[in-house]
């Protein structure tokens, strides 16, 4: 086990009038970062009466066949997915967001050249859950992590609370510094956590190689409700195939920069002439967007 255990230093609070690159570099040191009032109080309302409808429609629980898994997604948790055809005001608005793409850049443009979005999930963490078991998102690139903490930046999470996030209603528990640690196969322990609280509207951004989970709704009544979307470099797969669930029509009204991030367009990452195309030209030729 590698010294990590001596302080846990808070969490970082910046505002939207922050550089991106001041956000990207206290992230980087620390592991995660807050900013307060990411979305404006109607956007939350907006979204949030957008996406009522498909996710009362969901159960609770994980239907996933693997019991670790199911246990990793929460038996009182429900995790809505393909958001960007659910909800108009996340496809055009937050993914269309200025700082949002802004910290794309920052994060990846260095390394790895273009990013893409891995997945956009509602996760609303009902009473009663237990906390979410420790981990990297980083580890479902398996290679990754025996570079620990020398690895490429993989993947990066931007959670945005629709409700508020507190310690009894579940907020994002995270481990600050445990992005430097030696040994990736160290996710430490729940008492080395601490969480991210948010009002509705804020975000927490926080790397891949930082050790996080959700924690705990103990309360009989809340619903803490977020909405997570990890940026990630476009040279690996992401978890959503946005193409092949986004209708065109919906994907033709959206800005260049969305229909990218989304899958809509090839990936230009550093040192390649092109990825992603439809005989070597950019694919949104091919699907006249």
């Not at 430490?188 to 951004?205: H, R, Y």
Request: charged share 25%; hydrophobic share 40%; net charge negative.
């Amino acid at each position: 086990m590698s010294n990590h255990r001596d302080s846990r230093p808070s969490l970082p609070i910046v505002s939207r009038s922050t550089p991106a690159e001041e956000i990207v570099r206290l992230c980087d040191e620390v592991g995660a970062v807050i900013i307060r009032n990411f979305m404006t109080d109607e956007q939350v309302v907006r979204i949030n009466a957008e996406l009522d409808a498909p996710l009362s429609a969901l159960d609770a629980g994980s239907k996933h066949e693997h019991e670790l898994i199911a246990e990793f997604h929460g038996h009182h948790t429900k995790r809505l997915t393909n958001l960007i055809t659910h909800s108009k005001t996340f496809r055009e608005e937050i993914l269309d967001d200025d700082l949002f793409h802004e910290m794309g850049r920052a994060l990846y443009e260095p390394e790895c050249g273009d990013w893409w979005l891995t997945t956009a999930q509602l996760i609303e963490i009902g009473p009663g859950n237990k906390a979410q078991m420790l981990h990297r998102d980083m580890a479902q690139y398996q290679p990754f992590v025996a570079m620990n903490k020398h690895a490429p930046r993989a993947i990066t999470n931007l959670m945005l609370a629709l409700t508020d996030f507190t310690e009894e209603n579940g907020a994002t528990r995270v481990i600050p510094g445990s992005q430097h640690w030696d040994d990736f196969e160290d996710v430490g322990s729940p008492e080395m956590t601490i969480p991210a609280e948010l009002k509705a509207g804020d975000a927490v951004l926080f790397g891949g190689k930082v050790v996080h989970g959700g924690g705990a709704n103990v309360t009989t009544d809340q619903y803490r409700r977020g909405l997570t979307i990890p940026m990630q470099a476009s040279i690996l797969t992401p978890e959503e195939a946005y193409p092949l669930i986004v209708p065109l029509e919906v994907a033709r009204t959206l800005s260049p920069r969305v229909q990218k991030i989304i899958g809509f367009r090839s990936q230009y990452p550093n040192g390649s002439p092109g990825l992603w195309q439809h005989n070597y030209a950019d694919l949104a030729d091919y699907l006249k967007l």
